[in-house]
């Protein structure tokens, strides 16, 4: 399932065309002032929420993140781990594209396939391979587990 929470007129590459092809950067700014930007992360979470019509619970759980410090990621009082993140990805059942958007979305580093670790959380978001199951493979390769920064 793809999420759509981009309320822009323009995607993304077509506002660095626009970027690209304009001569005079206060036009560029002044006529495009509602394209530039992200949402919060916690609106973006919220969207993506509705989108799915699931509670934050339902998803933290999924995840496997702790349901208070999950919760408190939803109402915006805590700022997520990168790892966090790559759970809540998770816990949204996405696919690697949709992850990749939640990374940039939290100002995270994007997953990268020459990272041995990212490489198998990519392949277990692709195959929709569980958030546990992910940690058990981790465990098996000795890589550092999402589990890491204290969440479950």
């Known amino acids: 399932m ?3 929470v981009n309320e822009s007129r323009l995607t993304t590459d077509e506002l660095m065309n626009v970027l690209l092809e304009e001569r ?5 700014l002044r006529s495009n002032n509602t394209e530039i930007g992200l949402p919060s992360f916690r609106e973006y979470l919220e969207k993506l ?3 799915k019509g699931e509670s934050a619970e339902k998803i933290v759980l999924r995840g496997n993140i702790e349901k208070s410090y999950g919760h408190q990621i939803f109402r915006g009082v805590r700022k997520p781990s990168r790892d966090t993140v790559i759970k809540l990805a998770f816990g949204f059942e996405m696919d690697v594209e949709d992850a990749q958007k939640m990374l940039r979305t939290a100002g995270m580093s994007m997953l990268y396939p020459r990272v041995l670790r990212d490489a198998v959380v990519i392949y277990s978001l692709h195959n929709h391979i569980s958030v546990i199951d992910t940690e058990i493979i981790l465990q098996q390769l000795d ?7 204290g969440s479950l």
């Open 2 to 4: 793809s999420y759509n």
């Open 24 to 28: 005079n950067l206060t036009g560029f």
């Open 49 to 51: 929420r509705q989108a």
């Open 143 to 149: 890589l550092p587990l999402l589990s890491r920064d």
